[in-house]
C-alpha cells in the first residue's frame, strides 16, 4: 500500500534535517524549497541547508557543553546535518565550524539522492494545500510575507521577531601576518584543529578606545517605523550595540585577550584581541569573531581596517541586519510541535523560537521523526526531558510554563543551555564524590553527570544502550 508523502516547506537546516529523518523512516516526503525563483535578504545561493550568518556550530565538547551535547545526540540520531559538518569541518579550536559552500553541497546532494525525496523548488505562497494533511514548516525566520500572514490569521496571535545580524568575511590573503598570529585560545585543539585555528589581531588600550569610540560614532543601518521595537537577540548582538553597554563589554566579549599570547611580541599582553575563523576548507576565507554588525557598509571598511592587522583587508562579504520572526510556541504548538489551531501543520527550526544552527537541525529532527511516526500509525515518542533534545523541545512547547493559557509573557528565542535540563538531584542521588569538590571542578563534575545522564537516557529512548548507540 502506498503511503501519501509527508510536505516539508523550507529546505534550510531544519527542514534538511526533517526530511532526511521522514525519508530515513521509509516515509515519502516533497521538500519545497522557493530559492531560486523567490530569494531572501540574507540568502546567496540555491543550496540546501546554506549557512548565512556564521560558519560555527559553536563548541564541540561533549561532556562539558550543552550544544557539544546536543552535536553528540543528533550524531546518534542519525543526523543528516551532523554528518555533512563532520565530513566538512575546518579548524577551529574547540568548536565545530564548516566549509559553508561544502557542507551545503553535501546536505544537497544527500537529499538529491534519496529515492523518497522529492524536491520542489517554488514557494509556498500562503496555507498549504488542503489536501497536504501532514506539513512540516520550517521556513525559519525569513518565513514569507504571505506564509507568515496566513499563520497570524490562523493562530489568532501576531508572531514575535527579533533582529538577527552578520558577521564580515576577510580574505585570509589580505590579513597582515607580520602583525597577527595564528593561535586557538589557550591552545586549544578541537575537531579538525591543531591549536592554532584562529587569526589574532592585537590591540593595546589606546587602539582598543579608538575602536570602541568609531563604533560608537558610527553611521548606522536606519530601521522603518515598523522595526523601531523590534529586540535583538542577545546570543547575536551587534558589536556596536555591545559597544553601547560598556566601554569594557567587548573586551570582556569577543574581543577578550585572555588565553593568547602574541607570538611578535610575547612579552607584551594585548589589551584587546579579535579573532578570525577559518571560513572554508582552503583557508582562504575568515570571518570575524563576534563583529555581527548594523554598520553600514563603508563604515565598516573604514573602522575595520583600524584594526591592526587588517589595515588592507578585503572583505569577501561585509555584515548586515536582517529581521527574524518566531512563534509564541508554548501558546501556539503542542507537545509535538503541532499548531493547536491547525494540526496538519507541524513547525521546526528557528521559526519554533529556538535559536542557533544546530538547535534548528536538532528540532526539525524531532518534527521529522514525530509526523513520519503519526503517517505509519504510530505514536510519536518523546525525548526525555533529560536529554538536550528533550530539554529544548520542553522549553519551545512550554513544559516549564504553569498555565499554557497564559503562556509566558515574553517568550524570546534560546539557544541549548544546562539551564533548560532538569537538576540533577531530581534523577540522581546526590555523588558524594561531587559534594567534596568546590568552584569550577565542582561546576565540571556537575556538567559531565548531566550529559553522560543524557546520554544513558538518549540510549534507552532508542532501544538499546548509549554505548552501543555510539559505535
Same mark, same amino acid.
Given at each position: 500500500?502506498?503511503?501519501?508523502?509527508?510536505?516539508?516547506?523550507?529546505?534550510?537546516?531544519?527542514?534538511?534535517?526533517?526530511?532526511?529523518?521522514?525519508?530515513?523512516?521509509?516515509?515519502?516526503?516533497?521538500?519545497?524549497?522557493?530559492?531560486?525563483?523567490?530569494?531572501?535578504?540574507?540568502?546567496?545561493?540555491?543550496?540546501?541547508?546554506?549557512?548565512?550568518?556564521?560558519?560555527?556550530?559553536?563548541?564541540?565538547?561533549?561532556?562539558?557543553?550543552?550544544?557539544?551535547?546536543?552535536?553528540?545526540?543528533?550524531?546518534?540520531?542519525?543526523?543528516?546535518?551532523?554528518?555533512?559538518?563532520?565530513?566538512?569541518?575546518?579548524?577551529?579550536?574547540?568548536?565545530?565550524?564548516?566549509?559553508?559552500?561544502?557542507?551545503?553541497?553535501?546536505?544537497?546532494?544527500?537529499?538529491?539522492?534519496?529515492?523518497?525525496?522529492?524536491?520542489?523548488?517554488?514557494?509556498?505562497?500562503?496555507?498549504?494545500?488542503?489536501?497536504?494533511?501532514?506539513?512540516?514548516? #520550517? /521556513?525559519? &525566520?525569513?518565513?514569507?510575507?504571505? $506564509?507568515?500572514?496566513? @499563520?497570524?490569521?490562523?493562530? =489568532?496571535?501576531?508572531? !514575535?521577531?527579533?533582529?538577527?545580524?552578520?558577521?564580515?568575511?576577510?580574505?585570509?590573503?589580505?590579513?597582515?601576518?607580520?602583525?597577527?598570529?595564528?593561535?586557538?585560545?589557550?591552545?586549544?585543539?578541537?575537531?579538525?584543529?591543531?591549536?592554532?585555528?584562529?587569526?589574532?589581531?592585537?590591540?593595546?588600550?589606546?587602539?582598543?578606545?579608538?575602536?570602541?569610540?568609531?563604533?560608537?560614532?558610527?553611521?548606522?543601518?536606519?530601521?522603518?517605523?515598523?522595526? #523601531? /521595537?523590534? &529586540?535583538?537577540?542577545?546570543?547575536? $548582538?551587534?558589536?556596536? @550595540?555591545?559597544?553601547?553597554? =560598556?566601554?569594557?563589554? !567587548?573586551?570582556?566579549?569577543?574581543?577578550?585577550?585572555?588565553?593568547?599570547?602574541?607570538?611578535?611580541?610575547?612579552?607584551?599582553?594585548?589589551?584587546?584581541?579579535?579573532?578570525?575563523?577559518?571560513?572554508?576548507?582552503?583557508?582562504?576565507?575568515?570571518?570575524?569573531?563576534?563583529?555581527?554588525?548594523?554598520?553600514?557598509?563603508?563604515?565598516?571598511?573604514?573602522?575595520?581596517?583600524?584594526?591592526?592587522?587588517?589595515?588592507?583587508?578585503?572583505?569577501?562579504?561585509?555584515?548586515?541586519?536582517?529581521?527574524?520572526?518566531? $512563534?509564541?510556541?508554548?501558546?501556539?504548538?503542542?507537545?509535538?510541535?503541532?499548531?493547536?489551531?491547525?494540526?496538519?501543520?507541524?513547525?521546526?527550526?528557528?521559526?519554533?523560537?529556538?535559536?542557533?544552527?544546530?538547535?534548528?537541525?536538532?528540532?526539525?529532527?524531532?518534527?521529522?521523526?514525530?509526523?513520519?511516526?503519526?503517517?505509519?500509525?504510530?505514536?510519536?515518542?518523546?525525548?526525555?526531558?533529560?536529554?538536550?533534545?528533550?530539554?529544548?523541545?520542553?522549553?519551545?512547547?512550554?513544559?516549564?510554563?504553569?498555565?499554557?493559557?497564559?503562556?509566558?509573557?515574553?517568550?524570546?528565542?534560546?539557544?541549548?543551555?544546562?539551564?533548560?535540563?532538569?537538576?540533577?538531584?531530581?534523577?540522581?542521588?546526590?555523588?558524594?564524590?561531587?559534594?567534596?569538590?568546590?568552584?569550577?571542578?565542582?561546576?565540571?563534575?556537575?556538567?559531565?553527570?548531566?550529559?553522560?545522564?543524557?546520554?544513558?537516557?538518549?540510549?534507552?529512548?532508542?532501544?538499546?544502550?548509549?554505548?552501543?548507540?555510539?559505535?
Amino acid at each position: 500500500m502506498a503511503i501519501d508523502p509527508i510536505h516539508v516547506v523550507g529546505g534550510g537546516l531544519a527542514g534538511s534535517e526533517a526530511a532526511w529523518q521522514i525519508a530515513s523512516r521509509g516515509v515519502p516526503v516533497v521538500l519545497h524549497e522557493m530559492r531560486p525563483q523567490q530569494t531572501t535578504a540574507a540568502h546567496k545561493t540555491d543550496g540546501l541547508a546554506e549557512l548565512v550568518c556564521s560558519n560555527s556550530f559553536r563548541s564541540d565538547a561533549a561532556e562539558t557543553n550543552a550544544v557539544g551535547l546536543l552535536h553528540e545526540e543528533m550524531r546518534r540520531l542519525g543526523s543528516l546535518v551532523m554528518r555533512a559538518a563532520d565530513s566538512n569541518q575546518v579548524p577551529a579550536g574547540g568548536a565545530l565550524a564548516v566549509d559553508r559552500v561544502e557542507f551545503s553541497a553535501a546536505v544537497t546532494a544527500a537529499l538529491e539522492r534519496h529515492p523518497l525525496v522529492t524536491i520542489s523548488r517554488g514557494e509556498v505562497a500562503g496555507l498549504p494545500p488542503d489536501d497536504w494533511d501532514s506539513v512540516i514548516v #520550517a /521556513t525559519g &525566520p525569513l518565513t514569507s510575507a504571505a $506564509l507568515a500572514d496566513a @499563520i497570524r490569521g490562523i493562530s =489568532g496571535e501576531d508572531s !514575535l521577531a527579533f533582529f538577527d545580524a552578520i558577521a564580515p568575511i576577510v580574505h585570509r590573503e589580505s590579513i597582515d601576518m607580520s602583525v597577527a598570529w595564528f593561535q586557538s585560545r589557550y591552545d586549544k585543539t578541537g575537531p579538525g584543529g591543531s591549536g592554532n585555528d584562529y587569526i589574532n589581531c592585537p590591540l593595546d588600550r589606546a587602539q582598543y578606545d579608538a575602536f570602541v569610540d568609531a563604533l560608537l560614532a558610527a553611521e548606522k543601518t536606519s530601521f522603518h517605523d515598523w522595526e #523601531a /521595537t523590534t &529586540p535583538y537577540f542577545d546570543g547575536c $548582538l551587534p558589536i556596536e @550595540i555591545m559597544a553601547e553597554r =560598556g566601554r569594557e563589554t !567587548l573586551r570582556h566579549g569577543p574581543l577578550k585577550p585572555f588565553g593568547l599570547t602574541n607570538e611578535h611580541n610575547p612579552q607584551e599582553k594585548a589589551y584587546a584581541v579579535v579573532q578570525l575563523r577559518q571560513d572554508n576548507r582552503l583557508g582562504t576565507l575568515f570571518n570575524m569573531v563576534g563583529f555581527q554588525t548594523k554598520l553600514k557598509h563603508g563604515e565598516q571598511a573604514r573602522i575595520f581596517r583600524a584594526i591592526p592587522g587588517l589595515e588592507k583587508a578585503e572583505f569577501a562579504r561585509l555584515g548586515g541586519l536582517h529581521r527574524n520572526t518566531f $512563534l509564541n510556541s508554548p501558546r501556539l504548538l503542542d507537545g509535538t510541535l503541532r499548531l493547536r489551531a491547525m494540526p496538519r501543520l507541524r513547525f521546526a527550526g528557528q521559526i519554533t523560537g529556538c535559536e542557533g544552527y544546530v538547535e534548528s537541525a536538532a528540532i526539525g529532527l524531532l518534527a521529522g521523526r514525530f509526523a513520519a511516526a503519526e503517517r505509519l500509525g504510530e505514536q510519536p515518542a518523546m525525548p526525555p526531558v533529560t536529554t538536550a533534545h528533550g530539554a529544548l523541545l520542553n522549553h519551545i512547547t512550554g513544559g516549564h510554563v504553569p498555565s499554557i493559557d497564559q503562556g509566558p509573557p515574553s517568550f524570546q528565542p534560546m539557544n541549548v543551555n544546562f539551564g533548560l535540563f532538569p537538576p540533577l538531584a531530581a534523577t540522581l542521588p546526590k555523588d558524594p564524590a561531587v559534594k567534596r569538590l568546590r568552584g569550577a571542578e565542582k561546576t565540571l563534575a556537575r556538567k559531565r553527570m548531566i550529559t553522560a545522564r543524557a546520554l544513558d537516557d538518549l540510549g534507552r529512548w532508542l532501544g538499546h544502550p548509549a554505548r552501543e548507540a555510539a559505535e
